[in-house]
């Protein structure tokens, strides 16, 4: 593996939320080999599931998706990693995702239950301590909400309704705003799920849960607008699955062929922006993409075995290792990343409370 420079000083943590337990299992990386030390665990509340960085590493974000519905503002100590729970506010839903604009201003949340979206404003230390200033409701099953890189607009899949909504911030209000147009569709049942920007703002990848593709968009960086350039599968034909059932459908088992279905779930792109990955839950594989430089379309690589119904990916801040959870699987897998192909390599396996999904990890120098 060609080697890049990098700190071996750097200290670097990595948190998974468990649901099932009810905790966020706390880990250092050694940046030489990528090997995790357990450090400790803090019990959250049941069903904590997506979780998010400040932009200025002082605060982990973590939503807990059980009774009453909250955001935790959790201090990291940057010399140990440790979490220390310093507010806690109210949110309107049950939330599938979690973000915050590159300013750190604003946190964005979406309700894939409740067909919404919410922003709750940031206090200048960095907490969440009010509720939402602002719920939007959207199409069916809103499952991510992110930032593009100027943090001028913002994106949201709706996984129900096969589109992606397009809006602007105004942070004379701290609100968003519908764009022009207000969204872009998917192909109908496709179910998009997760979404990443491209490192140089130019791209967004959009990863639809029940078929298994992944959409690339351009990115208009002036107007905060998408237009589609390809759809590429990321699960091969071999694979034996049949898309996934539209969530409108799948209780009255509509149209089911019993086969196992396409069940995809994250997305993640290196900090380089030369690879990009995405996990299959059914077959619990992550799958490998090249990105090419010239104008971010995508080439299949190849696939990888990984931990049981893999439903959290995440790549650390140097772009050399890359973490992922199972929710049906009490280890984590570590892998170094070729800096030349992209390729995973194991590193090992770690010891994880019940239900792991949700995966950040912090680099401080």
Request: glycine share 8%; proline share 6%.
């Given at each position: 593996?060609?080697?890049?420079?990098?700190?071996?000083?750097a200290?670097?943590?990595?948190?998974?939320?468990?649901?099932?337990?009810?905790?966020?299992d706390?880990?250092?990386?050694n940046?030489?080999t990528?090997?995790?030390?357990?450090?400790?665990?803090?019990?959250?509340?049941?069903?904590?599931?997506p979780?998010?960085?400040?932009?200025?590493?002082?605060?982990?974000?973590?939503?807990?998706?059980?009774?009453?519905?909250?955001?935790?503002s959790?201090?990291?100590?940057?010399?140990?990693g440790?979490l220390?729970q310093?507010a806690?506010?109210?949110?309107?839903?049950?939330?599938?995702?979690?973000?915050?604009?590159?300013s750190g201003?604003?946190?964005l949340?979406?309700?894939?239950?409740?067909?919404?979206?919410?922003?709750?404003?940031?206090?200048?230390?960095g907490?969440?301590?009010a509720e939402?200033?602002?719920?939007?409701?959207?199409?069916?099953n809103?499952?991510?909400?992110?930032?593009?890189?100027?943090?001028?607009?913002?994106?949201?899949t709706?996984?129900?309704?096969d589109a992606?909504?397009?809006?602007?911030?105004?942070?004379?209000?701290?609100?968003l705003?519908?764009?022009?147009?207000?969204?872009?569709?998917?192909?109908p049942?496709?179910?998009?799920?997760?979404?990443v920007?491209?490192?140089?703002?130019?791209?967004?990848?959009?990863l639809?849960?029940?078929?298994?593709?992944?959409?690339?968009?351009?990115?208009?960086?002036?107007?905060?607008?998408?237009?589609?350039?390809?759809?590429?599968a990321s699960?091969?034909?071999?694979a034996?699955l049949?898309?996934?059932?539209?969530?409108?459908?799948?209780?009255?088992?509509?149209?089911?062929?019993?086969?196992p279905?396409?069940?995809?779930?994250?997305?993640g792109?290196?900090?380089n922006?030369?690879?990009?990955?995405?996990?299959?839950?059914?077959?619990?594989?992550?799958?490998?993409?090249?990105?090419?430089?010239?104008?971010?379309t995508?080439?299949?690589?190849?696939?990888?075995?990984?931990e049981?119904?893999?439903r959290?990916?995440?790549?650390?801040?140097?772009?050399?290792?890359?973490?992922?959870?199972?929710?049906?699987?009490?280890?984590?897998?570590?892998?170094?990343?070729?800096?030349?192909?992209?390729?995973l390599?194991?590193?090992?396996?770690?010891?994880v409370?019940?239900?792991?999904?949700?995966?950040?990890?912090?680099?401080?120098?």
């Amino acid at each position: 593996m060609n080697q890049t420079s990098f700190d071996t000083r750097a200290r670097t943590f990595v948190y998974v939320s468990a649901a099932t337990a009810g905790t966020i299992d706390i880990y250092a990386m050694n940046m030489a080999t990528g090997a995790l030390t357990p450090e400790s665990s803090l019990d959250v509340g049941q069903a904590v599931m997506p979780m998010a960085v400040s932009p200025d590493r002082r605060y982990l974000y973590a939503v807990i998706r059980s009774q009453p519905y909250r955001v935790l503002s959790l201090a990291i100590d940057d010399r140990t990693g440790q979490l220390t729970q310093e507010a806690s506010a109210a949110l309107p839903d049950s939330m599938a995702y979690v973000s915050t604009d590159p300013s750190g201003r604003l946190l964005l949340t979406a309700s894939y239950g409740g067909n919404k979206i919410a922003v709750l404003p940031v206090d200048g230390d960095g907490r969440v301590t009010a509720e939402a200033s602002q719920v939007i409701p959207t199409g069916r099953n809103a499952h991510s909400i992110v930032c593009d890189g100027t943090g001028k607009y913002v994106f949201v899949t709706n996984l129900g309704s096969d589109a992606v909504q397009q809006f602007a911030i105004d942070f004379e209000t701290a609100s968003l705003k519908p764009n022009d147009p207000a969204q872009v569709s998917t192909g109908p049942g496709f179910g998009p799920r997760h979404i990443v920007v491209s490192p140089d703002n130019r791209s967004a990848y959009v990863l639809t849960e029940l078929t298994g593709h992944v959409v690339h968009y351009a990115l208009d960086a002036a107007k905060g607008t998408l237009s589609e350039i390809e759809c590429v599968a990321s699960v091969p034909e071999d694979a034996g699955l049949s898309p996934g059932t539209p969530p409108a459908l799948s209780a009255a088992n509509h149209g089911d062929d019993g086969k196992p279905k396409i069940w995809a779930a994250d997305i993640g792109i290196t900090p380089n922006g030369k690879f990009l990955y995405t996990t299959e839950r059914t077959t619990s594989r992550i799958t490998l993409f090249h990105v090419s430089q010239h104008d971010g379309t995508l080439a299949y690589v190849t696939n990888y075995e990984t931990e049981r119904q893999p439903r959290g990916i995440r790549i650390d801040p140097s772009g050399r290792f890359l973490v992922a959870s199972g929710e049906k699987s009490d280890r984590l897998s570590v892998y170094t990343i070729d800096q030349t192909d992209g390729a995973l390599m194991p590193v090992g396996r770690y010891p994880v409370n019940a239900g792991a999904n949700w995966i950040e990890i912090v680099t401080f120098a």
